[in-house]
């Protein structure tokens, strides 16, 4: 169980820190929206540390060595990191899926880029649908249809996030729009990071993003019926809420270089009732044949995690292997300062 100190901890932390969530989770009944509270602390902690920091390497290094602490029963003496372990031990949470998370992160530290859409969405299976796996393991929810609806919904949101955070991110110098978009539209990578501009071929790229997440979000809703009844309005909302900043984007002409897409209070509170509606309608129409459809390429492997249930204690070959290029990297930016300061002395 998670003590009710670390709880406390982790709910401050997701009510500062990720808004739309913490506005979903208020339909989640108590038994789920707790440790959805904690897991989504940890991940949050886990991405503040790699966005944040300047030593991004380090960070993902230290991230590695924390979930190491969690699963091997011996937590970091903090909130979120105990909050996860008790998470770990009451759900089994298969380890393939926190995994996922910091393979994710890693790929950001190594400053990856993406050439195609296929590319952005394996990004967005790490980052996000792994998380939404996460929750459905919190709900009980082992099927693998169910968990291909859910990992839908977090390429969604996270195609959401990009589309949002163009101009944000080249002022950071990163840029997770497909590479081959740039290509078609004549446009230098280099170019537009030193100075991004809103135009008409960028804000067609948004919009690309854009239908693409929607498509996803149809896709998830299929879904949603397949989750304890009472989990359903909280999945809704954060379902709605997430398009909601799509739909910001749309009103603004795909332009997220100038301002930031940002929804209100008000059309939250919107969501939450269309998210109460929907639920009680669900209970009443018959089940979409679109739960079946198969699960995209690129969040098979997260499926195939959760349904199995399984702990597996062993990291794939493909987050071993970014790993050990971060530790070889973190091990030369050592020798050139070892040797800096052997030639001051």
């Not at 902690?45 to 991004?56: N, Y």
């Amino acid at each position: 169980m998670i003590a009710p100190a670390d709880l406390d901890h982790c709910r401050e932390a997701i009510r500062h820190g990720s808004l739309s969530f913490h506005a979903a989770s208020r339909l989640l009944p108590a038994r789920v929206r707790d440790p959805a509270l904690a897991l989504y602390a940890f991940c949050r902690l886990a991405d503040d540390e790699v966005d944040l920091k300047a030593e991004k390497v380090e960070a993902v290094l230290r991230l590695r060595d924390r979930l190491d602490a969690v699963y091997a029963g011996r937590p970091q003496n903090a909130a979120p990191d105990r909050a996860f372990a008790a998470i770990v031990e009451d759900f089994q949470m298969p380890r393939a899926l926190p995994d996922a998370l910091l393979e994710g992160l890693a790929w950001d530290a190594e400053g990856r880029r993406y050439h195609t859409l296929s590319d952005v969405r394996s990004y967005s299976a790490r980052v996000a649908s792994a998380v939404g796996a996460m929750m459905c393991v919190l709900m009980g929810v082992r099927d693998a249809d169910a968990l291909a609806r859910a990992c839908d919904l977090g390429v969604a949101m996270q195609l959401t996030n990009i589309a949002r955070d163009v101009g944000e991110d080249a002022l950071e110098n990163r840029i997770y729009l497909p590479l081959d978009w740039l290509d078609e539209a004549g446009i230098d990578v280099e170019d537009f990071l030193a100075s991004p501009k809103p135009t008409k071929a960028l804000r067609k790229m948004v919009k690309r993003l854009v239908m693409e997440a929607n498509r996803l979000y149809m896709r998830s809703e299929a879904g949603v019926g397949a989750l304890p009844r009472g989990c359903r309005p909280g999945i809704y909302a954060a379902r709605f809420i997430y398009a909601g900043i799509g739909g910001q984007l749309t009103a603004m002409g795909y332009d997220s270089i100038s301002a930031r897409a940002r929804t209100s209070k008000a059309q939250k509170i919107g969501w939450l009732g269309q998210s109460m509606l929907l639920t009680a309608a669900g209970l009443v129409m018959p089940r979409s044949p679109v739960l079946f459809a198969k699960p995209l390429p690129e969040v098979q492997f997260l499926v195939s995690a959760a349904a199995r249930n399984t702990t597996t204690t062993s990291r794939s070959d493909t987050l071993i292997s970014v790993l050990a290029t971060l530790e070889a990297r973190r091990q030369a930016q050592r020798e050139r300062l070892t040797g800096r300061r052997t030639g001051l002395t």
